[in-house]
């Protein structure tokens, strides 16, 4: 019905074939009416032609604008329900990641691989890396997982570089693909790591793990041994370096921003403060390392590291 009125208007023909009311208060009753429906439809069908061509591009604006509407509204509610469901599998992953599934995480996400999405993809790089860290994880597959992984990582910063997360998972799978390619390209690789944390710290500073990674840039630097300052020095003008005075501000600074988010920062922190020397503080952070929750497969071995630094410690006493 709603078609038909609005093609009434679009048609001019169409009032002059369907008189209006006022023919029923003409003096040729239904005979007068019968002629006229005669005389104006002979004048339109006479030329078929015209009269189609009338038609068709009379009917075809609304019609356009019909089918428009239609398609306009599916997209609508097709997009919705696209974004509703990308929700609910990031909710899904999220959980998972917070119980320690790595494996089930995985398998989750892996059936999105092909995602243009980037919340999905940087997690889909997460997890991928989680399973190589795995101990039943071969080294042939641990390879090939740390290459996958930087792929999505790649593809999530394409996808969205206003994304801190995807920064600072591009920067660890590169790092992670340079133990495999060796120490010159990870070297080389160093500035390019370094640009992403601080990038994922300048997009979102209350995020505990990008700073802690950053510590963890700089105690590699500090720590870094004289050969392989030497290939840092023939691959920069001026090669990366640091301190451990400066990781450990970051550290710190972690650990304000998200106490206890990480067993690991724990651990570090212990370890720095034995590099400078301050045993006292060394065996706090590093009870505390020691003490943190396992929930996954890292932190049982950062328990044991630290257990056994703690033993180093009454060994030496």
């Known amino acids: 019905m709603a078609l038909a009125a609005h093609l009434w208007h679009f048609l001019p023909w169409a009032r002059a074939v369907f008189p209006g009311p006022w023919l029923s208060r003409g003096v040729a009753g239904c005979r007068g009416l019968c002629c006229t429906w005669r005389l104006r439809g002979s004048e339109v069908m006479g030329n078929l032609g015209s009269f189609k061509r009338s038609f068709l591009f009379s009917a075809l604006p609304y019609l356009g604008f019909e089918t428009f509407q239609v398609f306009s509204q599916a997209a609508l509610v097709h997009a919705t329900a696209k974004v509703f469901r990308v929700e609910e599998i990031l909710e899904q992953a999220d959980y998972l990641y917070e119980s320690g599934e790595t494996e089930k995480l995985y398998q989750l996400l892996t059936q999105y691989k092909e995602s243009e999405d980037a919340e999905l993809l940087w997690r889909l790089a997460r997890a991928s890396r989680?399973?190589?860290?795995?101990?039943?994880?071969?080294?042939?597959?641990?390879k090939l997982l740390v290459c996958e992984a930087l792929e999505y990582a790649k593809r999530a910063l394409e996808k969205n570089e206003s994304s801190f997360a995807a920064h600072k998972w591009y920067a660890i799978c590169i790092?992670?693909?340079?133990?495999?390619e060796g120490i010159k390209a990870k070297i080389a690789?160093?500035?390019?790591?370094?640009?992403?944390?601080?990038?994922?710290?300048?997009?979102?500073?209350?995020?505990?793990?990008?700073?802690?990674?950053?510590g963890i840039w700089c105690y590699t630097f500090a720590e870094m041994p004289w050969y392989q300052r030497r290939i840092a020095k023939m691959l920069f003008a001026t090669p990366p370096s640091s301190t451990y005075e400066e990781a450990l501000g970051y550290f710190h600074r972690a650990e304000q921003v998200d106490p206890n988010f990480y067993s690991k920062n724990l651990?570090?922190?212990?370890?720095?403060?034995?590099?400078l020397h301050n045993k006292k503080l060394a065996a706090f952070w590093l009870m505390k390392a020691k003490d943190y929750p396992a929930h996954t497969e890292e932190d049982k071995q950062i328990q044991t590291e630290a257990a056994q630094l703690l033993t180093g410690f009454s060994d030496k006493n």
Not at 130 to 142: M, P, V
């Open 175 to 180: 790092s992670d693909v340079g133990d495999y």
């Open 267 to 275: 651990l570090l922190l212990g370890k720095t403060y034995l590099k």
């Open 189 to 214: 690789n160093a500035y390019i790591i370094k640009e992403h944390f601080e990038k994922a710290i300048e997009l979102n500073p209350k995020d505990a793990t990008s700073i802690h990674l950053m």
């Open 130 to 142: 989680d399973i190589a860290q795995l101990s039943g994880t071969s080294e042939e597959e641990k």
